[in-house]
């Protein structure tokens, strides 16, 4: 997610990313925040946020300027947001370059 926030910066988008690790991932969080330039957030198993928003780990929950939901791209949905994938990064850049 970092190299994606760079790139869209290079086209001129101003994107800001929020990450929520998983509760059963605790170890990774210290080398995610090391490497990030945005929040990275440690999910507790007793708050489960993926839950909570409706949704599951690894989802994208897209929001535009104002503050309002524009698209949530479920993992496993229609459109691959597998970024370790070529297809999925390009579909996720694509959201990400159009919401205003």
Do not use: C
Request: hydrophobic share 40%; aromatic share 8%.
């Amino acid at each position: 997610m970092e190299d994606m926030r760079k790139e869209l910066a290079a086209k001129g988008i101003d994107a800001n990313f929020v990450a929520i690790n998983g509760h059963s991932a605790t170890g990774d969080v210290e080398n995610l925040t090391a490497t990030t330039a945005f929040p990275v957030l440690q999910e507790v198993e007793s708050e489960q946020a993926w839950g909570k928003m409706g949704g599951s780990k690894d989802d994208l929950y897209v929001y535009g300027s104002d503050g309002k939901l524009a698209i949530h791209l479920p993992n496993g949905g229609t459109y691959t947001t597998d970024l370790s994938d070529a297809s999925g990064w390009k579909n996720v850049i694509s959201v990400l370059s159009v919401v205003k």
